[in-house]
């Protein structure tokens, strides 16, 4: 298959389960859940507990981040805005080349419109900030 023709492929099927995840996700809105809503939309790449390695990691050219030693990696102290601003993706842009991680700012606000979209996007990534945070290891 064409390479940038599997690209598509893969980006529907990973935005396939991560709608489907959402979904389940809101249903059970009184048990919210971030380690499901962060497997459902982020463990495909960095793996379930971080470490990367997820299923889609050795389709990508560039070595997939680990994000359970963010804290390791960035002084010892857990880099929470950062972590927002690489998840949100809508106000940064990579220093070099293509951000290959999608943009997730535009993905959870997808539909919905004014302030409350903007509230329950930042209430998504700061779920899945919270659930990182809890990954980091020593
Ligand atoms: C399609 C694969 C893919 C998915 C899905 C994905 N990422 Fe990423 N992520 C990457 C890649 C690749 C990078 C490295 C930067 C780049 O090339 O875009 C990255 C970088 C990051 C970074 C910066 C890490 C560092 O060490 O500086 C964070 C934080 C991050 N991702 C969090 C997430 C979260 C949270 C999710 C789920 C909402 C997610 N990613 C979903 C591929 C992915």
């Known amino acids: 298959m064409h390479r940038s023709r599997f690209c598509r492929y893969l980006a529907s099927l990973i935005f396939g389960a991560a709608t ?15 380690a499901a809503l962060y497997r459902s939309n982020c463990a495909a790449c960095h793996g379930v507990t971080g470490m990367g390695g997820g299923p889609v990691a050795s389709t990508i050219i560039v070595p997939m981040p680990q994000l359970a030693t963010l804290s390791q990696r960035y002084g010892g102290e857990f880099p929470a805005d950062y972590v927002v601003q690489v998840i949100d993706g809508r106000r940064t842009l990579p220093a070099h080349g293509s951000r290959i991680m999608p943009v997730w700012g535009s993905f959870f606000d997808s539909g919905h ?12 990534i700061d779920a899945i900030v919270e659930h990182i945070k809890t990954l980091q290891i020593e």
């Open 20 to 34: 489907i995840g959402m979904l389940s996700t809101f249903a059970g809105a009184s048990d919210f859940d971030r």
């Open 113 to 124: 419109t004014g302030e409350g979209a903007e509230t329950s996007t930042r209430f998504l």
